[in-house]
């Protein structure tokens, strides 16, 4: 089964400080894709990563892909109360398609 | 508008009835998938279909079903409805498996 841990599971954060949220996979990915689902929103793709040691950017948010893959970050820097919402990672293995348990990220003004 | 609909949007379904939730994508995409999403928590993969014709199970499959006639839709059918199965259902397509996934907006569903 689904073999992938996100944290943390809650963030609550001052608008402006940044925020990263992790997810750790027991086993090898081809590749990982993260998601944002908006309050009461369906999940929205956000980016794909493939390469060993791959970062991309969007912005504030900075993708990471650990060398090993099995690992990978999204980081937020100086967070808006437009980035509230809950951010999962997703994964293929076994032919299914899973998702981490997300981070739920609440930004105070 | 090209995309996935979902239907219906919200239901109230006594226990022990039968229930189909519809999906449809127009984006002639190979893969789709249906998730069950509880309060506060994350995504769980039911049923997947990688191509049309073919479907597999998920994490959590007891108590549905679903089938892949064709392309573009993919039911899936609560035989007979327990509360445990109050959730939002979430269906979903992607090209071929392994690629960006679309979501539809989600069918709540409340069995009482």
């Known amino acids: 089964g689904q073999q992938v841990m996100q944290i943390p599971q809650y963030q609550h954060v001052q608008e402006g400080e940044d925020f990263t949220t992790y997810c750790n996979s027991s086993?090898?990915?081809?590749?990982i894709q993260w998601y944002k689902q908006r309050p009461g929103g369906h999940p929205v793709f956000l980016i794909q990563?493939?390469?060993?040691?791959e970062v991309k950017k969007q912005k504030r948010l900075t993708f990471q892909f650990g060398e090993a893959k099995k690992n990978s970050s999204l980081h937020i820097t100086a967070t808006q109360t437009t980035d509230v919402g809950t951010y999962f990672c997703g994964l293929y293995n076994f032919n299914k398609f899973y998702f981490g348990s997300g981070t739920k990220l609440n930004v105070k003004p | 508008i090209a995309g996935i609909t979902q239907a219906p949007t919200s239901q109230i379904l006594a226990a022990g009835r039968r229930m189909t939730l519809r999906c449809t994508q127009d984006m002639r995409h190979n893969a789709m998938y249906w998730y069950r999403q509880d309060l506060g928590l994350g995504l769980r993969l039911i049923h997947y279909?990688?191509?049309?014709?073919?479907?597999g199970k998920g994490e959590v499959p007891d108590g549905y079903s679903v089938s892949r006639a064709n392309t573009d839709d993919f039911p899936l059918t609560l035989a007979s409805a327990v509360p445990s199965q109050t959730s939002v259902y979430f269906c979903?397509?992607?090209?071929?498996?392994?690629?960006?996934?679309?979501f539809g907006q989600g069918t709540r569903l409340t069995v009482v």
């Open positions: 279909s990688n191509t049309a014709g073919t479907t």
């Open positions: 990563l493939v390469k060993s040691g």
């Open positions: 086993t090898t990915l081809s590749n």
């Open positions: 979903a397509s992607s090209e071929i498996p392994n690629t960006e996934a679309f």
